[in-house]
Each structure stands twice: as structure tokens, then as C-alpha cells.
């Protein structure tokens, strides 16, 4: 029998480990099958995944690495113009350029270094920039401009330093021209950033740093002239083209050159004022308007300001005669526009109310005679008339034309005597013609004036505001009826009042609508005309029903008071090529000027021609310009000649109220 194997050290080997190394191999084989299984279980979850992430899921992600490397902002269109009824513009667009800054993209440490470095060179004071910045916290992703009319060196001092301002953006833009200077300002009014509170209102309309209309026309109808915002992709967008829809033109009823013919006759009526010896004469208004439909042909107002002034980032110091109370009251408010805002007393300019609510009422016929005299004792209290050597009976019409105040202080005291159950005609029939109540015109804001009545005297002076003789002042006493026939007393009108009036007169009893916009415009863009979007209608004339022969009689009246020779503004209108017919009138009103307190006289002068069919409605107000026909019924022929395209003949001596 054959003998173990024996090892080395003469030790026999155990049995069975000849068969090891087979049972190892095949393990190792098992492994190796399992970690290949596995291998190619993992491989084919990740050739499965990249394809469901490259083929399903492809276009997804796409879109989300594009929108890492694409920042997508709010742009908005540039404003669309505004012209006048001719087609003139006044308010336009020149391109320019804007220094913003990314909130975001600032440098964490050292920005405030670099908001101080800005603010040196663009000359904007570093509170402003930071609380530009904070006030769009809630927004850091969006740029905050901090100036909008960069100048050239500025901009190339950022562009050759871009390394040090981190976060800051050289951005074309648009900024609002003005062709006509300082023409119109008030009316077209101004743009600028949109406040909080208007971001409260129209949250769905607005957002941070959006520029929208802050006045005048421009705020309006901002709707249209601001267009819809689009979007501006930094990276793909590099010519910096806006996806936005355009703005629209707005055009005005306004004529261009009767506006600067209206802004220019307030300074000639101002000079005049001054010449006669008004030394306070310093601002007024004028109004013209078409009398058929309302349309208003110019709006002036004085002081006025430059519009350019508010374009960009202005110095606070700059703007402080349209922003502070008392800069402004030094400069007499040349950012109120007086034709709609200003109230003051009518005086005589008011006497065709009380002769049409005097007839109407049967107090007085248009034929019947009334003493004119230069003094007259009612209720035991003196009332004078303007000319004190006058001393004749008169007929409505030619009260009218001389102005007669005692003719008017007699049909004042009538109304007074008048029962209770009558109540006060005389406040009834001047509410329907457009008085204490705003016109409605598409511009703001409006003042709605003062008409005095008892339930006004009522509410106005009690215990709280007048402890010893509340109880006095609230009856309505004769001297009340007496002055408000005259125009006087509590009474205060708006320039576009008056104008709305006597545009009744001219028209034959119909209270117009007074109005600015004409119509929305798309330019066509091929040389083709405009296409008309939208067009502005007035409310329909509201039909005031007056007794023919009453209208007839004050029509007569105004035409003779500047035809005939005893006519307040004869000397003015006389000879002039085409018939006008008006009023002139002189109000006392208490002003406070420096080193001054007391009343002084408002000048006025309203009518219309061509007398036999009227086409135009001119109201002219001088602030202190003393008697109507020496500065308001120039001024207002001023305003007549260029509309007619004639000038009037050299004028003679002027005796008015």
C-alpha cells in the first residue's frame, strides 16, 4: 500500500487539500458574476437616466440652465409723444442714458465705498442712492436707477473703470423732450418713478422703478402714453432690444400757437397791469375754448416753469418753487395751474348770471328801467359804483355794457326780499350754469370754487370756529344777495368756470364739457396716416332752457360793451376787424404778499367771437391787475388776434370797471 505524501519537516499532508484551489475558482467566479450583474445593473440605471434627462427631460432643463445664465428684466416702452390738434408735437422722446444699479450683483464688502465713489461722480448724494436702493428691497433682482440723463464723461469713466463698480449698469433709455420749451407745462404735467402709493393702487399695473406719469396729461392718460412693458435678455438680447408693445400718440385739443399767443398775452396783460400802476400784478390765467363742443384751444397759466426741469434727477433746491410750500408761495405757485385751480372772485364778469336769473325769475323784464346812480343806501348800508358821477335810468342791456354796479345791487336786494319758499334762486340758476362744481375737464386737479348759499353759511361758521358771533355770521343777510349779484362777497370762480359760462352765452344756452383729448393714435410706420385707436367724446351739452328774450337782452348787453361808446371795453374791441362780445370785471379779493395784507383788485375780461357766431370763448384773468380793461380785455385781444390772423387797430383811452 503506497505511503502519504510527506512534507519538508517530514509531516505527512492531510487529506483533501489537493481539492482547494477548484472550489476557490469557481467562489471567486460567483463574485465576479454578481459584481458584473451589478455593474451592469448601475451602468444601465445611468445610461437610462442620462437618456430620460437628454430625451425626456431635455428641453425642461434646458430652459432652467438657460435661465441661470440669462437675467430677464421688466423694460418698458418708450412714451408715446403728445401733439396738439394740428399734429404739432409737444411732448417727444430723445434717446439717453442711464446709471443703474444691481442690487444684487453689489460687492458685499466694500459697497457702501463704491455707492460713495458713484455718488461723487454722478453728483447725486449718497442718501438718495441708498434709499433709492432700499425702497426696492423687496425686488434686488430688478436694477434701481440711479440717474436717468448720465452725461458723456460720466458714462465713459464707467465704462474705462468697470472693475470698481461692481453691480453698476451703463443702460440706454429714453427721456421726455419738450419742442416748445416752457409752453403748456402745467397741462402736459410730468413723469417720474412710481411711489408707494401708487404701487398700492394699481399693484396689477405697476411695478418698482416703472416711470409713469405724475400730472397734467401725462398722468391722465398715462394708460397710453406709458404702452405695455416687455422683457430685455441681457446675454441673448445683446443690441438691447425691447420686447414691448409701443406706446400710442396722444392729440390734443390744443393749438399750439394760441397757447403760446395765451402765454405770451398774460405777460403783455401782467406789463400793462404794472404800467397803470398795479405793482402787485404778478400771474393769472387765460382760457380759450371752442363754444360748440368744449374743446379747449389753449390753457395758460402764470408763472409757469421749465417741464425740462423734472426730466432725470433734478436738485431738490431746483425744484423747490414746484415742491416746497413757502419756495413756491415766494414764486406765486408756478406749478398750479390757475385756469383750473386759482379761484377768485368774479366781480362784474358775474353780472350776466344775475340779469339771466333776474328775468327768469320775473324780479326784473329786460326793458324795464332801474336808476343807475354812483351810491345807493340798502338795508341801511352804502354800496358805491364803480363810476360815481353816473346818474341815469337803464335798460339790462345797457346796465351790462356800462357795468352799472347799483343796477346790480338793486337786483341783488330783490332776491334777498324774495319768501322763504322761493328760497335762493339766484345760487339755483348759478349752480346750473356750472358754478361751485368742478367742469369735469380731463385734467386735474380741479377746484370746484365757492357759491355762498345759507346751508353753506350754516355749516361754515359755528361755536368752534367763532365763539362770540358764530350766530351772526351764519344768517344770510341783505349785504350777502347784494355782493353775490355783483360777483363779490364769498363768491370764488375758476378761470374755466367763467370760460364755460359764457361758452353757454355764445351757444345759445347749452353748458358744454370742457376737454383736452381729441384721440389715441397708432403710428402706421410705413409713411401711411395714423390709425385712430380711440376717440375722446365729451358728455353731450346739457340743455339749460332760459327764456329766449332774457338771453337775447345779455348777448345785446356784452356786444355793447365793446361796441358801443359808453362800453367798458370798447376802446379795446371797437375797432377790431371782427364783432366780439364780452364782459370786463373787477374783483376785490384779500391777498398777502410780502410786506403787503389787504384786498387788492383782480382784473377780468371774458367773451366770445365772432359775435354773430361764435367760434371761440376767451377768458382773461391778471392777478392784481387792477380794472378789467386796463390789463385782462389787452391781454384777451391778444388771444383774439392770432386766432383770427389780424391785428387790431392802435386802441383808445380805456374807462372800465
Known amino acids: 500500500m503506497a505511503s502519504a505524501p510527506s512534507t519538508a519537516n517530514g509531516h505527512s499532508a492531510a487529506p483533501g487539500r489537493v481539492a482547494d484551489p477548484p472550489r476557490i475558482a469557481g467562489a471567486l467566479r460567483t463574485r465576479a458574476g454578481i459584481l458584473g450583474v451589478v455593474v451592469l445593473v448601475v451602468f444601465g440605471a445611468l445610461l437610462l437616466r442620462l437618456w430620460a434627462l437628454q430625451v425626456l427631460s431635455g428641453s425642461h432643463y434646458l430652459r432652467a440652465a438657460q435661465n441661470n445664465q440669462l437675467r430677464t428684466i421688466r423694460v418698458q416702452a418708450p412714451r408715446g409723444p403728445i401733439v396738439d390738434r394740428n399734429g404739432r408735437p409737444l411732448v ?34 449718497l442718501p438718495e442712492i441708498v434709499g433709492d436702493i432700499r425702497r426696492h428691497a423687496a425686488d434686488p433682482l430688478s436694477p434701481v436707477t440711479i440717474k436717468e440723463s448720465a452725461r458723456m464723461p460720466e458714462v465713459a469713466y464707467i465704462s474705462e473703470h468697470w472693475q470698481d463698480f461692481r453691480g453698476v449698469e451703463v443702460a440706454p433709455t429714453f427721456l421726455r423732450r419738450y419742442p416748445y420749451g416752457l409752453l403748456a407745462a402745467q397741462v402736459l404735467g410730468s413723469v417720474g418713478e412710481v411711489t408707494q402709493a401708487q404701487l398700492d393702487q394699481r399693484s396689477r399695473d405697476f411695478r418698482p422703478g416703472d416711470e409713469v406719469g405724475q400730472s397734467g396729461i401725462e398722468r391722465r392718460y398715462d394708460p397710453y402714453l406709458r404702452g405695455t412693458p416687455g422683457t430685455f435678455r441681457l446675454r441673448v438680447d445683446s443690441l438691447g432690444r425691447t420686447r414691448s408693445a409701443p406706446a ?40 380759450a375754448l371752442d363754444p360748440r363742443d368744449g374743446s379747449i384751444l389753449a390753457l395758460a397759466s402764470n408763472p409757469t416753469y421749465n417741464p425740462s426741469i423734472l426730466v432725470g434727477r433734478t436738485p431738490r433746491r431746483k425744484l423747490a418753487p414746484l415742491l416746497d410750500q413757502k419756495a413756491a408761495a415766494r414764486a406765486n405757485y408756478p406749478g398750479v395751474d390757475k385756469a383750473i385751480a386759482g379761484t377768485y372772485p368774479a366781480g362784474s364778469t358775474f353780472k350776466p348770471v344775475t340779469a339771466l336769473a333776474a328775468i327768469e325769475e320775473r324780479l326784473v323784464s329786460p326793458y324795464d328801467t332801474l336808476d343807475c346812480t354812483g351810491r ?58 356750472g358754478f ?70 355764445a351757444n345759445g344756452g347749452q353748458l358744454v364739457t370742457p376737454h383736452l383729448a381729441l384721440d389715441v393714435e397708432q403710428p402706421a410706420g410705413d409713411g401711411s396716416p395714423a390709425i385712430v385707436r380711440r376717440r375722446f367724446a365729451p358728455p353731450p351739452p346739457q340743455r339749460i332752457h332760459l327764456d329766449p328774450s332774457a338771453l337775447a337782452a345779455v348777448k345785446l348787453g356784452l356786444l355793447e360793451a365793446t361796441h ?45 367771437g365772432p359775435a354773430d357766431n361764435p367760434t371761440i370763448v376767451v377768458c382773461a384773468l391778471i392777478e392784481n391787475g387792477g380794472h378789467g380793461g386796463d390789463a385782462a380785455a389787452p391781454a384777451a385781444l391778444k388771444v383774439f388776434e392770432q386766432y383770427f390772423g389780424v391785428k387790431a387797430p392802435t386802441q383808445g383811452q380805456v374807462y372800465s370797471d
Not at 460713495?116 to 453728483?123: D, F, I, P, V
Not at 353759511?457 to 344768517?475: G, I
Open 564 to 608: 358801443e361808446s359808453f362800453g367798458t371795453s370798447n376802446a379795446i374791441f371797437g375797432s377790431f376787424p371782427f364783432p366780439i362780445a364780452g364782459k370786463t370785471g373787477t374783483a376785490e379779493k384779500h391777498v398777502e404778499l410780502p410786506g403787503f395784507s389787504g384786498m387788492m383788485d383782480q382784473s377780468w375780461w371774458c367773451g366770445y
Open 248 to 287: 400710442q400718440t396722444s392729440r390734443l385739443t390744443l393749438d399750439a400757437g394760441l397757447q403760446q399767443a395765451a402765454e405770451q398775452a398774460l405777460v403783455y396783460g401782467i406789463d400793462a397791469a404794472r404800467l397803470n400802476g398795479q405793482w402787485a400784478a404778478d400771474g393769472g390765467a387765460i382760457v
Open 92 to 125: 417727444t422722446n430723445v434717446p439717453g442714458t442711464a446709471i443703474r444699479v444691481w442690487p444684487s450683483d453689489l460687492p458685499k464688502q466694500g459697497r457702501y465705498d463704491e455707492l460713495r465713489q458713484l455718488s461723487t461722480l454722478l453728483k447725486v448724494s
Open 436 to 505: 361751485g362744481r368742478p367742469t369735469g375737464v380731463d385734467l386735474g386737479p380741479e377746484a370746484s370754487g365757492l357759491l355762498p348759499t345759507i346751508a353753506w353759511r350754516h355749516a361754515t361758521f359755528t361755536k368752534k370756529t367763532d365763539r362770540c358771533c358764530w350766530q351772526v355770521d351764519r344768517l344770510w343777510k341783505p349785504g350777502n344777495s347784494v355782493q353775490l349779484a355783483n360777483g363779490q362777497g364769498d363768491l370764488s370762480v375758476t378761470p374755466l368756470q367763467m370760460a364755460r359760462f359764457y361758452a353757454l352765452l
Open 376 to 433: 345807493i343806501t340798502i338795508a341801511k348800508q352804502l354800496f358805491k359804483n364803480w363810476d360815481p358821477y353816473i346818474a341815469a335810468p337803464l335798460t339790462m342791456p345797457v346796465a351790462l355794457a356800462r357795468s352799472c354796479d347799483t343796477y346790480f345791487y338793486q337786483l341783488g336786494y330783490r332776491f334777498w326780499k324774495l319768501p322763504p319758499d322761493r328760497k335762493q334762486p339766484l345760487q339755483d340758476w348759478a349752480r346750473r350754469f
